[in-house]
């Protein structure tokens, strides 16, 4: 068995899932109601047999441990005070930006290796933390040529900066001394939207961890704004309290236009998707106005997101990690993306290889994920259907004539010969 980290929780529960709290179905933990943070957090419902959250305070080395706990009052206090308590509302109130224009399908460009040509997008998005050197947080570009080059984008390109990373790059994000280097340098980059840090919440800590995280992002948030640097809230959250408080956050703050989630690891776990999709569209529709989401990750729900948000919009991030890869897109007749392997020249570049991957994989996104929802069975069962269609074609559709239809409408470019259709296997 691999053992943990000294500062990391030693206890282990398996299967992991047991920590996921749900409301309708455990009851709240016998000592979370003499809580001091009971109105805050709402209390554990897990399976997880513990008698509250400082069951889950199980580090083997308390002097290395890094987890906002009760068990340290010395340490928990600090870390209390640097955010001003847990409570939301006492983050700063901005004023509203003007929130950009755009597409529904943003390519993630991560660096420049293994490139030598400009990627001709006219929207992409690059990782925030590649903007600055995370030990001093002085930033690596200070002009548009600087970051263009950086990334081999071109210099007019419309430019989203992803706050979704590793933890350890958002740890050194918050301990940056002089943060308003930060948000200047991004504002006079013309960065157009800056997703904020998203602070981990995780399941086997103790609550004050999740509620510490929480304001962190609120706070991370809310600086940008001010700094003029449109940035979309991230929306984290363990309970269903954490979306309640989320939820009056939002409902509250009208500068609040642009939210962020991320599907790219345990929210978009299979049984647990669900569960967070529903709080999101709930969220939307409680807001009282339009908003637009930003993901990462969570390709499958986004139909059902597009029902409750003004616009979804996909930073998109196969295309990227793909080409690296040396995968290269193919849409089959009946619509599937396929990633068979390819091989390349040692050293030669996957600038074309890139940008077809970009292009195929937004297609088969613009004609899936974010086509307009299905006609729903009801009405499909009393609806007349002829056998045929008036081109005496059969009723099954051709993948390729929407594909035709599609690059017509310009929603994707129209650039098919760096397209590639395959029959399916």
Known sequence: MTRRAPQEPSRRFEPSYRLRDDTTIY???????????????????????????????????????????????????????????????????????????????????????????????????????????????QP????????????????????????????????????????????????????????????SLFLNVPRPDNLHSMKRIALGWAELMAAGVPSALHLNA??????????????????????????????????????????????????????????????KVLQRLRQHFAQVVLIETDAFTRTLKRRRAELTEAGRLRWPRISTPKGAPIDELLAHNIVTKRAALLLSDFAPPAQSERSARHARRPAQHTDCETGQGSFLTQLDATLQARAVPADLQRMVVAAES
């Open 140 to 199: 690596l570009v200070r002009t548009r040529a600087e970051l263009a080059a950086r990334f081999r984008i071109a210099e007019g390109a419309v430019v989203i900066a992803s706050g979704v990373d590793r933890d350890i790059k958002l740890e050194a994000w918050w301990a940056f001394a002089d943060r308003d280097v930060i948000h200047a340098t991004l504002r006079d980059l013309g960065i157009a939207l800056v997703t904020a840090p998203n602070f």
């Open 27 to 137: 009851a709240p933990s016998l000592g979370c109601g003499g809580c001091p943070d009971f109105e805050t957090c709402g209390g554990l419902h897990t399976d997880a047999d513990v008698f509250d959250c400082n069951d889950l305070c199980s580090c083997g080395d308390p002097a290395l441990c890094d987890t906002v706990c009760r068990n340290k009052p010395d340490t928990f206090f600090e870390r209390y005070l640097e955010i001003g308590g847990f409570n939301l509302e006492s983050t700063l109130q901005v004023a509203a930006l003007p929130s950009p224009n755009l597409p529904p399908v943003i390519p993630l460009i991560g660096h420049k290796y293994s490139r030598q040509a400009v990627l001709n997008e006219p929207v992409v998005a690059v990782p925030l933390y590649e903007l600055f050197h995370m030990g001093s947080g």
């Open 238 to 299: 363990r309970t269903d309290r954490d979306y309640a408080r989320w939820m009056r956050f939002v409902r509250q703050r009208p500068e609040v236009q642009i939210v962020a989630f991320e599907f790219g690891t345990g929210a978009g776990a299979p049984n647990r998707v669900d569960w967070h999709v529903d709080r999101l569209c709930r969220l939307a529709d409680a807001a009282g106005r339009p908003l637009t989401l930003v993901v990462r990750g969570g390709a």
